[in-house]
């Protein structure tokens, strides 16, 4: 069993920056896939990065790249998401995720059905 507990939403102006923090306890594995989505209100669950647990690779929508930078500090169980130049239509619930029978296709890894457990999710409002 694996907890995952967002922190670090909360309301910033448009251009301004964010980091969100994902702290995972129980057992987590070098083969694990960690990531971020988002759900705005009336919209679905979007994929928006991804980092491999034992070697940090990372995976992001093109949406996504440039402004946002997922990370992970190995020894706190910890992931990271920076999100600079935030934009109005960033606002969002965003949660983390673990994936523990990763698939290394953007067709898995950007689905939210393929991930095993979920945080309760933070809440991102950027004020225009």
């Known amino acids: 069993q694996v907890l995952l507990v967002e922190s670090g939403g909360g309301l910033v102006q448009a251009g301004g920056s964010l980091r969100l923090s994902c702290a995972a306890s129980g057992r987590t594995f070098t083969t694990d896939l960690m990531g971020w989505f988002r759900q705005a209100p009336g919209k679905e669950r979007e994929f928006v990065a991804a980092?491999?647990?034992?070697?940090?690779?990372?995976y992001y929508p093109d949406s996504a790249k440039g402004r946002f930078t997922i990370s992970r500090v190995y020894a706190k169980n910890t992931m990271y998401l920076q999100m600079n130049s935030l934009k109005p239509e960033d606002t969002a619930v965003y949660y983390c995720?673990?994936?523990?029978?990763?698939?290394?296709?953007?067709?898995?890894?950007?689905?939210?059905?393929?991930?095993?457990?979920w945080g309760q999710g933070t809440q991102v409002t950027v004020s225009s």
């Open positions: 995720a673990l994936d523990q029978r990763p698939i290394y296709s953007s067709t898995y890894y950007t689905s939210a059905a393929s991930y095993d457990y």
């Open positions: 980092i491999r647990w034992g070697d940090s690779s990372t």
